[in-house]
């Protein structure tokens, strides 16, 4: 009997979940032109995380030798402009609202416009009247995408994520990022630099201020990590770790796409936290 109630009550859940992303899905997504194709079987999603040092000291053959996908604040880092990366994917709304008021944004946006070499941009659909679009040169590609968190069941989900109206629930920018490397096709996508040691430097200040120090694998300057400090002193601890639990949920959501696209996901970082996809160390 209590088997019979937990399915019935799991079913309800999923049914429940899968109609709030249809609507979601109607408000929000909008049409987009497919992710851009690859011309490789194999590509490296660089995440920020301290790790990728080491990889790109010990490991930069492997990572020219494939197609790059780079992240975020990547660009800031002069690595970037050697590691010239074939895609970069950009998700939280600071790098679009915050160009005039942070000069980290600024500079980042000045250094993706001065990109030489053929790159697909990655852009929020929500974002596509974004200005400084037009400042960029004619060998960057932009590619918009849908962030629209889609969850219930799983052929749903699967299909949804498909016909890119919809993801895992986005917590972090490296879940669009393998997403948008499977649906361009790619066979196999190595995951570096995702770290996701967050728990190992969190923890709350004495007027109950939760702290988060984020290190990356170039240094953040002054006025972001006051930035993130700040952005971290609005939300209490255990909203904190619902959205930690669900960023590490999603990998799992994805590791279940890929399996079902026949798509191999490999963990390349040390010590990584994720624990969804299968690890390799390179040697």
């Known amino acids: 009997m209590n088997s019979m109630i937990k399915k019935v ?8 979940a899968s109609l709030a992303s249809v609507i979601k899905v109607v408000l929000l997504s909008k049409p987009t032109q497919k992710a851009a194709k690859c011309n490789e079987k194999e590509v490296v999603v660089l995440g920020n995380g301290p790790s990728l040092n080491k990889t790109i000291s010990e490991h930069k053959d492997f990572l020219m030798a494939r197609d790059r996908i780079a992240v975020n604040f990547a660009a800031n880092a002069p690595i970037f402009f050697d590691l010239c990366p074939t895609g970069y994917v950009l998700a939280d709304p600071h790098f679009f609202n915050g160009v005039s008021t942070d000069p980290n944004v600024a500079k980042l946006w000045d250094n993706l416009c001065s990109v030489t070499w053929n790159m697909a941009l990655y852009i929020p659909v929500n974002q596509r009247k974004f200005t400084l679009i037009a400042n960029l040169k004619p060998n960057i590609k932009i590619c918009f995408y849908n962030l629209t968190p889609v969850e219930g069941f799983k052929g749903f989900s699967r299909l949804i994520y498909r016909l890119g109206l919809g993801m895992p629930r986005p917590r972090n920018v490296l879940i669009p990022s393998i997403m948008l490397a499977i649906n361009s096709g790619y066979r196999r996508v190595y995951v570096a630099g995702a770290d996701h040691s967050w728990t190992q430097t969190l923890w709350v200040d004495d007027q109950n201020r939760v702290v988060s120090i984020q290190p990356h694998f170039y240094e953040d300057n002054e006025s972001e990590r006051k930035r993130v400090a700040t952005e971290y002193h609005k939300y209490p601890l255990h909203q904190i770790l619902q959205s930690l639990y669900i960023a590490f949920r999603s990998y799992f959501d994805i590791a279940d796409y890929a399996k079902s696209r026949n798509v191999e ?13 299968p690890r390799m160390k390179l040697s």
């Open 9 to 16: 009550s799991d079913s309800l859940s999923k049914f429940g």
């Open 265 to 277: 996901i490999i963990n390349i970082t040390p010590e990584s936290f994720i624990d969804a996809f």
